[in-house]
């Protein structure tokens, strides 16, 4: 089993910036994908950034050049920092953790972009 506990949202303005957190605890691999996912109103669960054991990042379009997906492996952590933000990034955001097809979620942090 795995837990995902994240930190980091909040209200912001359009424009600004936010870091979020996910920590991981209990049986973790080091061959895995941690990512962040996000979920707004009436939507469904998107992707927004994953990275494959600690170095291979992947960024849904939206997000490109905005957002960077970093890990701590000593940690077990991994980061989202968002820059420039719109209100259409207002979402609940999930971390996961995905090891042989097992996937994991954290219990989301809000996010919310006014304009």
């Known amino acids: 089993q795995v837990q995902l506990v994240e930190s980091g949202g909040g209200l912001v303005q359009t424009g600004d910036s936010l870091r979020l957190s996910c920590t991981a605890s209990?049986?973790?691999?080091?061959?895995?994908?941690m990512g962040w996912y996000r979920q707004a109103p009436g939507q469904q669960r998107e992707l927004v950034a994953t990275?494959?054991?600690?170095?291979?990042?992947r960024y849904a379009d939206s997000v490109k050049g905005r957002f960077t997906i970093s890990t701590n492996n000593a940690k077990n952590a991994v980061y989202l920092q968002m820059n420039s933000l719109k209100p259409e990034d207002t979402a609940v955001y999930y971390c996961?953790?995905?090891?042989?097809?097992?996937?994991?979620w954290g219990q989301g942090t809000q996010v919310t972009v006014s304009s």
């Open positions: 209990g049986r973790i691999f080091s061959i895995n994908t």
């Open positions: 996961n953790y995905e090891h042989l097809g097992n996937d994991y």
């Open positions: 990275i494959q054991n600690g170095w291979l990042p």
